[in-house]
């Protein structure tokens, strides 16, 4: 087998030299592989992205431990502007699209890094031809825009910078069931392609559905990880995360439920 795009090992995290936001973080995404991260809010999920994107300094928080290989490479402690000119590339949560620009500025902002103009113009086409809806509505402001529209142009901005890993934070929150179904397949549709993905959700039913491993991030640990249909059928995941077996009916991964059930899976537990 080829060597994994992304390894991280014994990974650790503080904010502001106090707050341990990650403790000894194993995870490996292999090349070609749509890998799901799950866990309930606060739970770290963030905090690992913006350790893989070089972007933890933003927030005030620094590697303590441990190493991240991209594609071979270390890039712990890396600058973010080298690993996106390797092909990490990171959607953040909550969209920041540019409003006032247009579909086509913000698409054009996002292949900004690319000096390969063919490449640029390659990327272009493809996020086009994926979405269609963008294609358009390329001179609408990007303001005019549904929240699945805004989303499928946060994920087609990250297509511009030609990922080998995208790295994707909670695609689905505060969407209609019917756009996170879309967005199911977009994520399908970006594998197909041959990226590599990095899906972190709480929306668990779509993430295990289209991902080939999944992990589940506990209070800063990884407290379950094997293939995603293994963990879609585990008690543990169906119980917290699916909603099936819950007193509190909703299965929202905050319901106000013990958290130590999480670990009964010991098979898995890394
Ligand atoms: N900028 C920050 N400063 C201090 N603590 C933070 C910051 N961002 C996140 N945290 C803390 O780190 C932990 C993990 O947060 P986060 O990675 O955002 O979780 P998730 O994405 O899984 O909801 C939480 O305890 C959160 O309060
Ligand atoms: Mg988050």
């Known amino acids: 087998m080829s060597r994994p795009i992304l390894e991280v090992r014994g990974l650790a995290v503080t904010y502001g030299g106090a707050v341990e936001a990650l403790r000894g973080i194993d995870l490996t995404v292999e090349r070609g592989h749509v890998v799901a991260l799950l866990g309930s809010n606060g739970a770290g999920k963030t905090t690992l992205l913006r350790a893989l994107s070089g972007t933890l ?13 991209y594609d071979g490479t270390d890039i ?12 990490l590339v990171q959607v953040p949560e909550g969209r920041r699209i540019f409003t006032r620009l247009t579909v086509e500025e913000n698409l054009r902002a996002g292949g900004l890094g690319t000096r390969d103009r063919a490449a640029r113009e390659a990327a272009h086409a493809r996020v086009l031809e994926l979405f269609p809806v963008l294609a358009q509505r390329r001179h609408q402001r990007a303001g005019l825009l549904s929240g699945g529209e805004q989303q499928m142009l946060a994920i087609g901005r990250g297509l511009m910078a030609g990922p080998q890993l995208l790295l994707l934070d909670e695609p689905s929150l505060g969407l209609a069931p019917r756009v996170i179904g879309q967005i199911g397949e977009v994520v399908r549709e970006i594998h197909a392609q041959g990226t590599s993905v990095l899906l972190v959700e709480q929306n668990a ?32 995941v169906q119980r917290l995360y ?7 009916g909703a299965g929202a991964p905050d319901a106000a439920e013990p958290a130590r059930p999480r670990r009964t899976l010991s098979r898995w537990t890394a």
């Open 205 to 236: 039913a779509m993430a295990l559905g289209v991902a080939d491993e999944a992990f589940v991030l506990d209070v800063g640990r990884v407290s379950l990880a094997g293939p995603a249909a293994e963990l879609a059928q585990s008690d543990a």
């Open 57 to 69: 300094r933003l927030h005030r928080a620094r590697v303590d431990a441990g190493t991240i290989t």
């Open 76 to 87: 712990t402690r890396a600058e973010t502007a080298r690993t996106v000119a390797a092909g």
């Open 242 to 248: 699916l909603g099936h077996g819950s007193e509190h």
